[in-house]
C-alpha cells in the first residue's frame, strides 16, 4: 500500500506558477513511477505528467508541455510538479498517483491515488 497526500494547490493569476508537492508513504516509493492528473468540473480526469521510478524519464501531456515540469526526490518521498505561465484552462483538481509499472499516460495505469488538490487560474 502507499498513501498518496497532495499539497501546494491555491487561487493564482493567469500567468503565475504553483508548485504541487505529492509526499507518500506506505511501500518503498521510489519503486514507483509517478504521475500527475487532473480532472476540471464535468469533465473525465486526464494525464498531465509523469516520471519514471528513477526520475531518468519524463512524460507530458501536450497542453502543458514546456510550461509544467515533474520532478522527484526519492530521499524525500515526495513528487513534484512545477507549474509555470498557468492559463484559467488549467483549473482542475490535481492528483498525484503511483504506477507499479514504468509510468503510463492512462488512468487505469496507476495503483495509487491521492485526494488531490484543488488549483484555480483566474484571467
Known amino acids: 500500500q502507499v498513501q498518496l497526500v497532495e499539497s501546494g494547490g491555491g487561487l493564482v493569476q493567469a500567468g503565475g506558477s504553483l508548485r504541487l508537492s505529492c509526499a507518500a508513504s506506505?511501500?518503498?516509493?521510489?519503486?514507483?513511477?509517478m504521475g500527475w492528473f487532473r480532472q476540471a468540473p464535468g469533465k473525465e480526469r486526464e494525464f498531465v505528467a509523469a516520471i519514471t521510478w528513477t526520475g531518468g524519464r519524463t512524460y507530458y501531456a501536450s497542453s502543458v508541455k514546456g510550461r509544467f515540469t515533474i520532478s522527484r526526490d526519492n530521499a524525500k518521498n515526495t513528487v513534484y510538479l512545477q507549474m509555470n505561465s498557468l492559463k484559467p484552462e488549467d483549473t482542475a483538481v490535481y492528483y498525484c498517483a503511483a504506477d507499479t509499472g514504468v509510468g503510463s499516460r492512462y488512468v487505469t495505469d496507476y495503483d495509487y491515488w491521492g485526494q488531490g488538490t484543488q488549483v484555480t487560474v483566474s484571467s
Open positions: 506506505g511501500r518503498t516509493f521510489s519503486s514507483y513511477a
